[in-house]
Nanobody
Framework: QLQLVESGGGLVQPGGSLRLSCTTS????????ITWFRQAPGKEREGVSC????????DFTDSVKGRFTMSRDNAKNTVYLQMNSLKPEDTAVYYC????????????????WGKGTLVTVSS
């Protein structure tokens, strides 16, 4: 298991942008694929996007295509989710997750989770 920590959430108006970060403390984050999930109030958790060790991206949610982009900087031990053109329906707690030692993207089987960062899109 990895100790993952998300940051970058906050309050933003519709049409605005935020960049979320996912990192670890004490260990490197350069081997595992990282998946972003989100959970809106009263709704089930859904996968957003995943980036593999090599940088390949798998999108799980059509509603964010063209607006959200994942990237990673292994030298900085960080994975990012750039969110543009935010909409109120993007309001959710965003989590990053991984499976220790797995370098390829998958939707299920994560064994490492952050505690989440709240994104609120409201005017």
């Amino acid at each position: 298991q990895l100790q993952l920590v998300e940051s970058g959430g906050g309050l933003v108006q519709p049409g605005g942008s935020l960049r979320l970060s996912c990192t670890t403390s004490g260990v490197t984050l350069d081997r595992e694929a990282i998946t972003w999930f989100r959970q809106a109030p009263g709704k089930e958790r859904e996968g957003v996007s995943c980036i593999s060790r090599s940088g390949g991206i798998t999108d799980f949610t059509d509603s964010v295509k063209g607006r959200f982009t994942m990237s990673r900087d292994n030298a900085k031990n960080t994975v990012y989710l750039q969110m543009n053109s935010l909409k109120p329906e993007d309001t959710a707690v965003y989590y990053c997750a991984a499976t220790f030692g797995r370098s390829w993207c998958a939707y299920d089987g994560m064994d490492s989770w952050g505690k989440g960062t709240l994104v609120t899109v409201s005017s």
